[in-house]
């Protein structure tokens, strides 16, 4: 029984692994969709967040399922409760990349972004999609250290919203208003995007080792 349980486990890792996947190219699409005007991708990963929905309800249908067949104990018990934890987060990381994805199309085909910040939102999209991409190696490697890791990457994030904020409301702004307030939504789910990520990565190692990092 306990090998099973054990098989059981690897299977729910597996469907989280997928969530951080999932979440990673969501986020590097929609990132494309905004700076290309491509609204057809746009479009893709609107229609592709309800995947990340289901795989949510399965990664938690499996993990109750464990806990009420199985009675898991110490770090067995912190995994099953992790993995609930995770996919919650991870799906919320999907529908933040679909909110980015959403600004896309609703600009198209207008762009939201100016050129002067087109760099930026670019390695927006890049630390965000690495951060989701490192989750999926966490789940099935060495998860202690990746905390630690993913919050240097966040504070790469917060520098970058920082930068988008001075810029759109700096007295030299020219742009319409309508533009700065697209593009503070934007990096706040850039920014939001990244603080899941790190809960994450916290829940994990928590889950790894039994202690809390931070």
């Not at 098989?7 to 986020?27: S, T, V």
């Not at 939102?121 to 202690?144: I, Y």
Request: charged share 30%.
């Amino acid at each position: 029984m306990r090998e099973g349980f054990q098989d059981d486990l690897k299977q729910l890792d597996g469907r989280l692994a997928a969530m951080a996947e999932a979440a990673a190219e969501a986020m590097r699409r929609a990132t494309r969709a905004l700076l290309t005007m491509d609204l057809p991708l746009a479009e893709q990963v609107l229609s592709g967040d309800a995947d990340l929905d289901d795989q949510r309800a399965s990664c938690e249908d499996e993990a109750y399922s464990l806990l009420a067949l199985q009675a898991p104990v110490a770090g067995d018990l912190r995994a099953v409760l992790a993995a609930v934890y995770c996919a919650e987060k991870l799906e919320r990381m999907g529908d933040l990349a679909a909110h980015i994805a959403g600004t896309a199309r609703r600009g198209h085909p207008e762009p939201t972004v100016p050129a002067d910040l087109e760099a930026v939102f670019a390695e927006l999209g890049e630390v965000t999609s690495a951060m989701a991409e490192r989750l999926a190696d966490l789940v099935h490697g060495e998860a202690r250290g990746g905390y630690a890791e993913l919050s240097r990457a966040d504070e790469r994030v917060d520098e970058l919203h920082a930068r988008v904020m001075a810029t759109v409301t700096a007295p030299d702004w020219t742009q319409d208003q309508r533009i700065a307030v697209a593009l503070s939504l934007l990096t706040r789910f850039y920014e939001r995007f990244a603080d899941q990520a790190v809960s994450v990565a916290k829940r994990l190692e928590f889950a790894a080792t039994g202690d809390l990092p931070g």
